[in-house]
Structures are given as structure tokens and as C-alpha cells.
């Protein structure tokens, strides 16, 4: 989905819009202004949300009358959006879900079994996200739980007993859990804040929001989203609300002297009726997308903003005595130790002199 600028022979400037929905297929269309090409991309996609929403509204008026005929016969992208408007979907199975129902093409409830589970994940390694990267195997996998998640609550619908629920993740490659374990290396950081130093605007305000990621172990949204009021205790002390953290779970952050100076600092930039402690970044999806482009110029590859977690959290354990293992953890905001260690990752200059 994108517009194209073209130049004809004649010299003149038109622009091609290119719309991709997958149970929509594919409409492109040539304008002689872009802004008629972004109205015909708005109206295509909205038309297609609405075609699914109309199937959707079906699905749920057939669903009253039950039945393990009416549960096989179902669109399975139907039954997807039917599902998000429900209260049973949570907004972060909803976010994901909205997209796999363009993905999931014309297939019925009842032919979406194991064989079509595998062409998903064939298919899938093949997309790229809305960032241009591949889809990630976890990312994948978590698609095909959510679909098990959707028939299920689709069977339920129906008063289908013992259902087979065809959409499996027995189709996954046994390394699809391999952990990124990507850390700082020597002076790829001081590479990141030369290449801050150098944009036209923000740069304070980059700084700040990378010291806090070190120095918080905090997720991107949570950065982001923070609010002013989130703070206490003279700046030492950073509340997280429930509505912001990936586990719906409220954490207390306590704030470093580097943190906090970091906070003094973007105290003085604040500007009048922001709200928000990061009021110039627009919302998380704009950060990633900064982050990639300030790595990229620092000629560093393969790192990732949520990398800074990973460094974060791996020099708070290697600093920590074991018996503070369970504070780092509540800070964090993870439930069990096995997921605190896949966040901590040594490096060679961690284990020098260990043995010593």
C-alpha cells in the first residue's frame, strides 16, 4: 500500500496509488494529485474494512443459530473480526488479529487445519511488517494461538462440543524460540549520541529517552506514553500505570542519579500544557522508526531500540547480588527468573577476571 510518483514522457508529474488487502486483492489507480491518490487509498481501505465488518455481522447472526455446520462453514476472516468486536478480545490480541484477517485470504473455520497452518507460516516468512522487516517466528506463532483462541471462542458461539480446532503451531521449526541476545558493543553508543548531536531538532530530548532505556530497563511504550504524574517522590521514583505495561500490571521504576538528571533536564525543556514526558515523540511506532535511522547513519547493524532493554536489564544483574534478583525482577516487570535471564546476556569484557 503506497503512492507511487511517476513522471511521464510529457514531463508531467502524476501519482499511482498501489492498495493491497488481502480478501480485497490488489487496486491500483493513477491521479494527477497525490492528495486524490491518499483519498482513493482512504475510501478502497474503507471499503474493505467494511466489506469485512458486513461478513463479520453474518457470522454473528448465524452463530445464534449454532450448529458444527455453521461452526466449519464460517469465514475464518469473519469470524476474526467478529471476535475483535467482542469483549472476550483483549486490545493486544486485537491489534495483531485486525491484520491476520487480511492475511488469512478465504479460508472457511473448517479447512484452516494443520496443513493450512503450515502454509501461514510459509507464507508469512515471506511478508514484511509495516516496517519492512520479516515477520519474526514468535510473531508468527503467536498469530496461529490467537487464531486456536478465535475458533474456540467461535465453537463456543455455536454450542459445538469438543471441537477440532484446525489452526496449529505443531508446524513451527524447533528454533523458533531463539532469543535475540543483541547487546551494546564497544563504542556503538557514543556512534548513536554523535549521530543525536547531529539532527535539526530533538536531540535533548533522544538523549534523555536513551539514558532513561538504560537506566529503567523500561519498554518503549511505557517511555513514551509516560506522563508527567506518573512521577513521585522528588523524581526518584517512577509509577507505571497498568494501562501502559505489556502485563497490564502496575511496576514502581526507582530513578538513578542518571535518571533523574535526565528527568532535571527534560523538566526545563518542558513546554505548557504537555501532559506526557516525551510530548514531541507522537507515539511509540515514531521512536522505532527514529531509532532505525539514527543506527543505520552510526553504520551500526542489527540493533533494535528494544535491544536497550536487553542492555539495561543485563547491567542490573551483572551489578546486582543475587539476593536483590527478585527486586530487579519486579522492576522489570517480569514474572519468573528464567524470563529475567533471557534478558541478561554476558559479554566477553563481563567474564575477564571472573576466575581471577
Not at 17 to 30: E, F, L, Q
Not at 97 to 122: F, P
Not at 172 to 179: A, T
Not at 259 to 281: H, K, W
Request: with cysteine.
Amino acid at each position: 500500500m503506497g503512492i507511487k510518483e511517476l513522471k511521464r514522457a510529457n514531463g508531467k508529474i502524476t501519482f499511482e496509488a498501489d492498495v493491497r488487502i488481502a480478501n480485497a486483492g490488489r487496486k491500483t489507480s493513477t491521479f494527477d494529485t497525490r492528495e486524490m491518490a491518499e483519498k482513493f487509498i482512504a475510501s478502497t481501505t474503507a471499503a474493505a474494512q467494511k466489506a469485512l465488518l458486513a461478513g463479520a455481522s453474518k457470522v454473528i447472526q448465524k452463530g445464534a443459530v449454532g450448529g458444527q455446520r455453521n461452526f466449519e462453514r464460517a469465514k475464518l476472516a469473519d469470524v476474526i473480526v467478529a471476535f475483535c468486536d467482542s469483549s472476550a478480545c483483549s486490545p493486544r490480541a486485537k491489534s495483531s488479529l485486525v491484520r491476520v484477517a487480511e492475511y488469512v485470504g478465504k479460508i472457511t473455520v473448517g479447512q484452516a487445519d494443520e496443513g493450512w497452518s503450515q502454509n501461514y507460516l510459509h507464507q508469512m516468512k515471506r511478508r514484511l511488517t509495516r516496517h519492512g522487516r520479516p515477520y519474526a517466528l514468535a510473531t508468527i506463532k503467536e498469530h496461529l494461538d490467537y487464531l486456536k483462541g478465535v475458533c474456540r471462542w467461535w465453537a463456543r458461539r455455536n454450542k459445538v462440543a469438543n471441537p477440532f480446532i484446525g489452526p496449529s503451531t505443531a508446524c513451527m521449526p524447533s528454533d523458533w524460540q531463539n532469543k535475540r541476545k543483541r547487546r551494546l558493543e564497544a563504542d556503538e553508543y557514543a556512534r548513536i549520541l554523535s549521530q543525536i548531536d547531529m539532527l535539526p531538532t530533538r536531540q535533548a530530548q533522544w538523549r534523555c529517552l536513551l539514558t532513561l532505556a538504560l537506566e529503567t530497563c523500561a519498554r518503549q511504550q511505557e517511555l513514551v506514553l509516560a506522563h508527567w504524574s506518573e512521577l513521585s517522590r522528588e523524581d526518584q521514583l517512577w509509577v507505571i500505570p497498568a494501562a501502559h505495561t505489556k502485563k497490564k500490571t502496575q511496576r514502581s521504576v526507582p530513578l538513578s542519579p542518571l535518571a533523574r538528571a535526565a528527568i532535571a533536564e527534560l523538566r526545563s525543556l518542558r513546554q505548557d500544557g504537555d501532559q506526557r514526558i516525551f510530548e514531541v515523540f507522537r507515539n511509540p511506532a515514531v521512536v522505532c522508526q527514529g531509532f532505525r535511522h539514527i543506527v543505520k547513519r552510526a553504520k551500526i547493524s542489527d540493533l533494535r531500540y528494544h535491544d536497550l532493554r536487553h542492555e539495561g536489564i543485563s547491567r542490573r544483574v551483572l551489578k546486582s547480588a543475587p539476593k536483590n534478583l527478585p527486586a530487579i525482577m519486579e522492576i522489570v516487570g517480569h514474572k519468573d527468573y528464567e524470563s529475567l535471564m533471557r534478558y541478561s546476556h554476558l559479554l566477553d569484557d563481563d567474564i575477564i577476571g571472573l576466575f581471577d
